[in-house]
Structures are given as C-alpha cells and as structure tokens.
C-alpha cells in the first residue's frame, strides 16, 4: 500500500497478493482510503489496483477478484473516490466523493453451492 500526494490530489496504489482472498483485499482497501483522508484531507482520491495472481482455467480474474473489481469497486468503494484504475476497467466518480468512510464493513460470502453465509466484519483485520 502507498500513498502519494500533491496540493488536490491523493494516489493511492495497492498491489493485491496472490495471497490475498477477497476480503482481506476490501479491508486493506478501506484501510488505505482511510489513512488517505486522515492524511490529506479534502483532496481528490485516485486508487491505482494492481493484481498478482488471481486467474482462473481461461486467464481471466478468479472469482474474488472479478468480484472486487467490478460490484465491490462500483456499488461501494468508489463513491469515497474520484476515480479508480484496475487491470479491468477505469472508473470516474460522477458524484463528488463521500468522506463518510464507515467504521466497520460487514461483507456476506457464500460459498460455491450457496449454502449458508457468514458474515465478517472488517472493523479490524480478517480472520484467516
């Protein structure tokens, strides 16, 4: 994770491991935006994602990367952005950003047969 900035902008980069399961990735993620606005608050934040790994049989995204570059990325974490670039897409902000980070998120896996969900919360790091 790292965080550069100038007098408007914030760039935050995060290289996701191969090791990294969805979850630890929306929390490193969310820990990242919030040590920017605590840093440089005000200024417009751009992530730049970058990931190791993660391919299924076809060289396309496994499944939690997919997931996080397209609905993660999308319905959730860009409203507290101005824009991010993932390997699948650049994506712009249409509304200013949010500041209004919250303290904890709850994500809901199911596993591949949709059987039962657990919940996470990712007030503090996830548990492996």
Known sequence: MKIEHSRDTVALYHAVHASEDFDQT????????RMAQQKCPGRKR???????????GEGGFDQDMLELQTKFMTEFLLQFLTRAVTPLVTIGNPRPQSDDLPDEL???????????????ALGGPPKS
Not at 26 to 33: E, G, M, S, T
Not at 46 to 56: A, C, K
């Open 106 to 120: 709850n994500v809901v896996s199911l596993d591949d047969r949709g059987k039962k969900p657990s919940d996470e």
């Open 46 to 56: 751009t992530l730049f994602l970058d990931i190791e790994g993660h391919r299924n």
């Open 26 to 33: 929306a929390y490193n993620l969310l820990r990242l935006i």
